[in-house]
């Protein structure tokens, strides 16, 4: 079984400033991670994944992620952030080998500020 | 098609009614998956089929709630005799093999 905790239910920033998410998860079998987003009345979009290979994970709208293994983290970082990067965050993770169900967090609401 | 889609958008029932959600993949797309979102939550994992094959219905919440997809292509999601925790956003996903899954904009279902 597999288990994600984002440690931060809200996350209140300037804009132009820099944010980080954290997320960290639990899994006895090997995983995939990943980060959605989720914009009010809508379903979720791919920020970005990790399957393999470099640790460091770039996606879409400046966003990128660092897989810790050790620490079993995932945390989401963005330098300068936009009004319009108001929204959830979501950090899930799957197993690996096969089309299997996604186990989310609980999520992060970021919200960007003037 | 474009993306995944699903209908209705909104649903309200009063408790004791059925109801039933539909969901369009994209064409080709062989997996399909369907998540319950409740208020403040993340999303959370009810049934899973590969074509036409149920292969997954651990997340179901009881047996008021059946899902198909007779052809492999359209789902529908069915729950009976709703009841007020059955409140939620139901979100579907398709996927084609192992790739990422995308995401319908979901149906909020509220009970009263």
């Known amino acids: 079984a597999q288990s994600v905790t984002q440690l931060d239910s809200q996350v209140p920033v300037f804009e132009e400033a820099p944010v980080e998410l954290r997320c960290n998860y639990s899994s006895s079998v090997s995983v995939y991670l990943f980060w959605y987003v989720q914009y009010p009345n809508q379903g979720l979009q791919l920020l970005l994944k990790y399957l393999s290979g470099s640790t460091l994970v770039k996606g879409i709208n400046g966003f990128e992620a660092e897989f810790n293994k050790s620490q079993t983290s995932f945390h989401l970082r963005k330098p300068s952030v936009h009004i319009s990067d108001t929204a959830e965050y979501f950090c899930?993770?799957?197993?690996?080998?096969?089309?299997?169900?996604?186990?989310f967090g609980t999520g992060t609401r970021l919200q960007v500020t003037l | 098609g474009a993306g995944v889609s699903q209908s209705p958008r909104y649903k309200v029932a009063k408790r004791g009614q059925d109801v039933a959600l539909r969901c369009d993949p994209i064409s080709g797309h062989v997996s399909l998956f369907w998540y319950q979102q409740a208020l403040g939550q993340g999303p959370e994992f009810l049934t899973y089929?590969?074509?036409?094959?149920?292969?997954?219905k651990s997340g179901l919440p009881s047996d008021r709630f059946f899902a198909e997809r007779p052809e492999g292509s359209v789902s529908t999601l069915k729950i009976q005799r709703t009841q007020q925790e059955d409140s939620a956003v139901y979100l579907c996903?398709?996927?084609?093999?192992?790739?990422?899954?995308?995401f319908g904009p979901g149906t909020r279902l509220t009970v009263t």
């Open positions: 899930a993770v799957r197993r690996t080998g096969t089309a299997s169900k996604l186990t």
């Open positions: 089929f590969q074509n036409e094959a149920q292969l997954d």
């Open positions: 996903a398709s996927s084609f093999g192992q790739d990422e899954q995308y």
